[in-house]
């Protein structure tokens, strides 16, 4: 069989086994192809006249294992690989943490600029729940002169997250922060805070397909209407934040339920290539108490 013919017939099976799909790639053909490449140890980026490859009969057999473990096991293609993308930059995943997903690929490089009064003015960032550290990595790289905090409960996935921090050779201004929130931080204050936290309804996680309840849960449930952590960091960033400061959080489906609590503090909504609209950032004068912002 051609590499190509393999890729066809996994395609197929995605179908037969009804696998979810989100967490890797939007669709079977982008993902069955990825896994098969990085069986074969090809470059993700190969020709297409690599699809005309024949297989000997062990790299077959090595790519049949992969998709049982996917589509039988339902193991996530990242776990599988060990590895996830996002903006670009390559990311060691396991079980202990989230697969990289989230919007501020699109939104840090081009929107969130005019909101500052310049990268250089960034000297302290923080990403809370960070996870594998990607976004943390994300605002190290945008912010090339910040000291970056990535906060998360989780000691498993800070271990995932160090692994990060020193592939991308970040050690020297991104430190790792085990914390409910921002309760165990060390005072400070910053200039950009970030959040992608776990914002789904603890019933939608319930009912989530088998390769979704594999990522952990603790990086996902919200609470029984999906705003429990965001209610704390909005509130808790009101003391963190620098008078020039600004929030931003990631709420997927939840905009309507934020606009209906914190629509007071004007929140702006960017806009994503999907449509979805789903992050939002608050200036730090808008987080202050009305009083104290009279006074000022």
């Not at 990825?34 to 024949?54: C, E």
């Not at 910040?146 to 995932?160: C, F, K, N, Q, T």
């Not at 020039?244 to 909504?269: S, Y």
């Amino acid at each position: 069989m051609t590499l190509g013919g393999w890729l066809r017939r996994a395609e197929r099976m995605y179908g037969e086994h009804g696998a979810a799909l989100g967490q890797t790639a939007a669709n079977a053909r982008d993902e069955a192809l990825y896994l098969i490449l990085s069986t074969l140890r090809l470059p993700l980026d190969s020709p297409a006249a690599v699809l005309g490859r024949k297989l000997s009969a062990a790299e077959s057999a090595a790519i049949g294992g992969v998709f049982r473990r996917r589509l039988v096991d339902r193991v996530p293609a990242a776990y599988i690989t060990g590895e996830a993308w996002l903006g670009g930059l390559r990311f060691r995943v396991d079980e202990r943490v989230l697969i990289p997903r989230s919007y501020f690929v699109e939104i840090l490089e081009s929107q969130v600029g005019p909101w500052l009064p310049g990268p250089a003015a960034v000297a302290r960032a923080a990403d809370v729940c960070t996870g594998s550290g990607c976004l943390a990595v994300l605002l190290a790289r945008r912010f090339r002169g910040a000291r970056v905090d990535g906060i998360d409960l989780s000691e498993a996935a800070l271990e995932v997250a160090g692994l990060n921090v020193a592939r991308h050779r970040l050690s020297g201004r991104l430190r790792l922060l085990r914390s409910n929130l921002f309760a165990s931080v060390p005072p400070t204050r910053y200039d950009v805070i970030l959040s992608n936290p776990p914002y789904e309804t603890s019933a939608h996680v319930d009912a989530l397909p088998e390769e979704f309840r594999r990522e952990p849960r603790l990086a996902l449930d919200g609470g029984p209407d999906g705003m429990g952590l965001i209610r704390r960091i909005v509130r808790q960033s009101a003391q963190r934040l620098r008078p020039h400061g600004i929030l931003m959080i990631e709420v997927g489906g939840l905009r309507d339920a934020f606009e209906g609590e914190f629509g007071r503090l004007q929140p702006h909504w960017f806009h994503t290539e999907d449509g979805s609209d789903c992050v939002c950032l608050i200036q730090a004068a808008r987080l202050r108490p009305r009083h104290a912002r009279a006074r000022s």
